[in-house]
């Protein structure tokens, strides 16, 4: 099923300046209104499964409270540490804050629609990289952090951001690695045409039905879930501000002023970012859920900002479950997990799809129809091929695991059974002798 009004790359380039004015205002204003009711969601939904209250003052069920703690974080003193270097210290939080903005302006909301008498698409920009674009700029903010700690002249802010660093590379190659599986189906980088090759996966009944890569690839969702929760420094992955080992992160040295309420909103605006990415390239973007997709309207006119909004509420509910559920990992578990299962993963669920793909090639250059049994042979050897692997090196992690154990038996034996052993010698106390001097025995009522 084609939906004329799905925009185009054609399609950009072509609005007045004013409409682009227009639209790069109200998405900053959507955004800004994500950051303040985003906190007060946040802050109600994890109060509400902790059996608590959550804030309640400021307004109507608290809605005003996001709104009191920007003004005060906006009009407290703005103190600076005394080996601050200062250039660098008021760059860092911009440097979080506009990437994220920019990331967001690649996100279709919906399809061609009449703004102020202009046929525009229901988004800022496209390009043909354009999730290309996205990777980008979330790794330019890793600057941000990183310059935010060195900056601080802090130890512990310096260790913050080297920890951020270090955990943004580990996972956006994981993530980028998650997307390729999107590409092979898609055949393009660009978000408007993605969310436009997930427009129809046939018919039931005659009834069209929505394709969704979170079905055909679901490996590559899970995977970027993940990431997403690394990339964004969210719980459980919130490493660069381990407050429990680094006081207070990357941004210890900030007082709560407004430098400290931007990287607050730079971290809710790579959230949204990652969840506004999941919608586009996995659920199926602006388009209609199932049943409401087989209302013939429901893809058209302003419809669809409607479905985009709901899916981004319960993306971000998600997220906060997530928060409200899981420990905090340790480092090493964290890097382990990126470098040792989500790559390798990603790598052998790339070669599966490329597969499936090329043998369900035919030759007029569709990918319509192919051999499903040579297909379902071919994913089953991949699959037994993969397992086999990760039992071989599970049995070897095993034994090594055995191994030490043991060890840390014997060592224990050794010690209990001579408390001396492997550390400080500690002078005997039964000795009259030591050390060449002889002492006497002082007995009771003698001088």
């Known amino acids: 099923m084609i939906y004329l009004a799905d925009p185009t790359l054609a ?14 205002v109200l998405l900053f204003v959507f955004l800004m209104l994500c950051v303040l009711f985003g906190v007060w969601f946040e802050r109600k939904l994890i109060s509400r499964m902790q059996n608590r209250i959550g804030p309640n003052r400021a307004g109507k069920f608290g809605l005003l409270q996001s709104v009191a703690d920007g003004l005060k974080m906006g009009l407290k003193e703005d103190l600076f540490p005394r080996t601050v270097d200062k250039v660098v210290y008021l760059l ?17 909301f919906g399809p061609m629609v009449n703004l102020f008498g202009v046929q525009t698409p229901l988004q800022l920009v496209d390009l043909p990289v354009a999730v290309l674009f996205m990777l980008a700029m979330g790794a330019i903010s890793v600057y941000g952090v990183v310059l935010a700690g060195w900056s601080s002249r802090s130890p512990y802010a310096l260790l913050g951001g080297l920890r951020s660093a270090a955990q943004v590379v580990s996972y956006e190659i994981a993530m980028g690695l998650s997307f390729v599986g999107v590409f092979l ?7 408007s045409e993605i969310v436009h090759a997930q427009a129809s996966g046939g018919e039931v009944f005659g009834i069209p039905m929505p394709s969704w890569y979170v079905v055909l690839l679901l490996p590559s969702f899970l995977i970027f879930v993940i990431c997403g929760f690394g990339e964004a420094a969210r719980i459980p992955f919130d490493l ?24 607050m909103m730079g971290e809710y605006l790579h959230t949204f970012t990652a969840s506004a990415m999941a919608i586009t390239l ?24 409607l479905w985009f909004f709901i899916k981004f509420v319960l993306v971000f509910c998600f997220v906060v479950w997530v928060r409200a559920s899981l420990p905090r990992v340790r480092y090493d578990q964290l890097m382990a997990l990126g470098w040792k299962v989500l790559i390798p993963l990603n790598l052998a669920w790339i070669m599966l799809v490329a597969v499936v793909r090329t043998v369900m090639y035919v030759r007029d250059g ?28 599970d049995t070897v992690n095993q034994r090594r695991k055995e191994a030490a154990k043991a060890q840390v038996e014997a060592e224990y034996e050794e010690l209990r059974s001579e408390p001396t052993a492997g550390g400080f010698p500690v002078p005997p106390l039964d000795l009259p002798h030591y050390h060449g001097v002889q002492h006497k025995e002082v007995s009771s009522g003698t001088n």
Request: zero cysteines; charged letters at 10%; aromatic letters at 16%.
């Open 11 to 24: 399609d950009f380039g072509k609005d007045p300046l004013w409409i682009t004015i227009i639209k790069a």
């Open 92 to 108: 860092a939080p911009v440097i979080m804050v506009v990437p994220a903005f920019l990331a967001f302006s690649i996100v279709p």
């Open 185 to 191: 189906f898609a055949g393009t980088l660009s978000t």
């Open 240 to 263: 660069p501000e381990g407050e429990g080992e680094l006081v207070g992160g990357f941004q210890t040295e900030y007082s709560s002023s407004l430098k400290f309420a931007l990287i």
């Open 282 to 305: 996995f659920l199926g973007g602006w388009r209609a859920p199932f049943p409401i997709s087989w209302w013939s309207g429901a893809n058209e006119g302003w419809w669809p900002l």
């Open 366 to 393: 569709t990918f319509e129809g192919g051999s499903l049994p040579l297909v379902m042979v071919i994913a089953a050897i991949v699959l037994l091929g993969a397992l086999g692997i990760w039992a071989r090196f």
